[in-house]
């Protein structure tokens, strides 16, 4: 169970394996959504360029699937520790799904983007929601400027959204807590060794992720089994 003190600030990272009790495939490992699609065709900018539509029907069919999920119990332990801890927690997921709002969570930073709201590939009008499905052989619809509706998606290549609210929350943070990510892709597996010379560092997941020596502590166990468990006796 975790012990959190008055002067503490929780900051909590989450990945794919966050959403696989919810029947959503994580990137790597056995049924990986990287072991079908090759992520130069479906998921950098470069793809956009060459190829807009097989871009659109792979975050078309992504759409599907999640708006088929329900959150799990982890997204809803999360959500209940917003409750109990208000602004001393921030949450900041990699995820594009809506599970955590969907579980309660109202204050969520999705540094990758989100799987339902779409932009403009050429001006600055700001990311709107958008769940349509965008299937071959339709138009990639256009904005008013001309350009193309894209999905809103932090690409191989990009630069992930939000990052000085981030470090500014890790800056903060006393007990820095990551669950169901591998710690491969960059920056956000490079967060725990930013913090690890001050905060309580804790890993939830299956199996050790890459980055697990950076980690004080690792729970072996599936994210919805092991934080409501976790959390309750913050959230009875
Ligand atoms: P990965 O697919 O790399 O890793 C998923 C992790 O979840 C693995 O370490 C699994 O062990 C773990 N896992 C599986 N089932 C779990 C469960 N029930 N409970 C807890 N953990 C479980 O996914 P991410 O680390 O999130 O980026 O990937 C990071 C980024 O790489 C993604 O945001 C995406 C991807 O390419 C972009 O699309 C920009």
Redo the contacts with the bound molecule.
């Keep these: 169970m975790l012990a959190v003190y008055p002067s503490d600030r929780v900051f909590i990272l989450t ?4 959403s ?2 919810s029947g959503i495939p ?4 056995v049924g ?1 959504l ?1 072991r079908n699609y090759r ?1 130069e065709e479906v ?1 950098s900018p470069e793809a956009w360029h060459r190829d807009p539509r097989l871009v659109w029907e792979f975050y078309s069919m992504r759409r599907q699937a999640a708006s088929a999920a329900k959150p799990n119990p ?1 997204h809803f332990a999360l959500a209940k520790l917003e409750d109990a801890l208000q602004d001393r927690l921030f949450v900041c997921t ?2 594009v799904d809506s599970l955590h709002e969907r579980a309660g969570s109202g204050n969520v930073v999705h540094m ?1 983007g989100e799987l339902f709201k779409s932009r403009c590939d050429t001006c600055d009008r700001p990311p709107f929601d958008d769940t349509n499905l965008y299937e071959p052989p339709a138009e990639i619809p256009r904005c008013e400027c001309g350009g193309r509706i894209r999905p809103h ?4 290549g990009e630069v992930p959204f939000e990052l000085d609210r981030i470090y500014a929350a890790l800056d903060e943070c006393t007990v820095f807590i990551a ?7 960059e920056p ?1 597996a490079s967060f725990v060794a930013q913090v690890n010379d001050r905060a309580r560092t804790i890993y ?4 050790n ?1 890459a980055n697990v020596s950076t980690f004080t502590e690792c729970h072996l166990g ?3 089994e092991v934080l409501p468990a976790f959390f309750r006796r913050l959230c009875p």
Excluded: D, L
């Design positions: 990945g794919a394996g966050v696989a009790e994580t990137f790597r490992g990986g990287w992520i998921a982890a990699q995820n990758h998606i932090c690409w191989f669950v169901g990510t591998s710690g491969v892709v956000a939830v997941g299956p199996e992720p599936k994210a919805g």
